[in-house]
């Protein structure tokens, strides 16, 4: 829910973007047990953050600052810097050049990652700042399973002339495999296999269609999708 009572009691469960430490503080403060489900990668990048911010680096996390993941690693980390100013978060290699003349009077920057992040991301920002950074140390916190899907649908759609992404608009990991296939060959992201019939004229002269999905897209979703395509419902 997105918002609490009052006061209560019960269980809250934390769901696996975690939480900040405003949220968790507002739930045990109005009389709930806590719950965590955060899920490792995603604690492993709070405590990779935190420990940058314990030795005195001004972090740097790549991610969408409205992104809950971000929202709780960015607030973990600001409750061990210096300052609050001593942690950003860019969504882009853009927002660093807003603070590129801060980032170079720095001693210490530390960078770690939205576990959904692209690694094309992560590279484009380390060619940047290596060259204006005294002490530059990187954690490359995005999640083994998200790299491993990346890389298997960048294969797929080597051999493809349609790619299908299948996942929620909302979801950082499906959007950043739709831009990623993009680069490769012709794609489409859609929600449900309803979605479909508004693409009829591409499907129509794809020969060969590749389909993947993000992490969490159920798989019934993905087969009415494959279901769909394959009985040629849009030919």
């Known amino acids: 829910m997105d918002n609490l009572p009052d006061k209560g009691e019960g269980i809250c469960i934390i769901r696996s973007h975690g939480a900040s430490l405003e949220v968790l ?3 045990k403060d109005r009389g709930f047990e806590i719950v965590d489900l955060t899920c490792p990668d995603v604690k492993k990048v709070q405590n990779k953050a935190i420990e940058l911010a314990d030795e005195g680096y001004f972090v740097i996390i790549l991610g969408r600052p409205e992104h809950p993941e971000v929202t709780a690693i960015s607030s973990n980390a600001r409750a061990h810097a210096g300052s609050v100013d001593d942690v950003f978060v860019a969504k882009n290699i853009e927002a660093l050049k807003e ?3 801060k980032i170079k009077k720095h001693p210490k920057i530390g960078v770690v990652v939205q ?6 991301y992560l590279n484009e920002v380390l060619d940047y700042l290596a060259p ?4 530059l140390r990187v954690m490359n ?3 083994a399973s998200t790299s491993l899907r990346q890389n298997e ?5 080597e051999e493809s002339d349609l790619m299908v992404v299948v996942g929620s608009k909302k979801s950082a990991n499906t959007t950043h495999l739709a831009e990623i296939l993009r680069n490769i060959t012709r794609t489409i992201h859609i ?7 508004s693409y009829k004229d591409i499907i129509e002269k794809a020969k ?6 993000g992490a969490s897209t159920p798989d019934y979703i993905i087969n009415k999708v494959i279901e769909k395509l394959s009985k040629g419902e849009n030919k």
């Open 153 to 157: 649908a960048k294969t797929l759609a």
């Open 132 to 135: 204006i950074c005294k002490d």
């Open 99 to 101: 603070i590129e003349e």
């Open 141 to 143: 916190t995005i999640c």
């Open 25 to 27: 503080k507002e739930i």
């Open 191 to 197: 929600e449900t296999d309803g979605e479909l019939d």
């Open 115 to 120: 576990t959904t992040q692209r690694i094309e």
């Open 208 to 213: 060969n269609i590749g389909v993947t999905a």
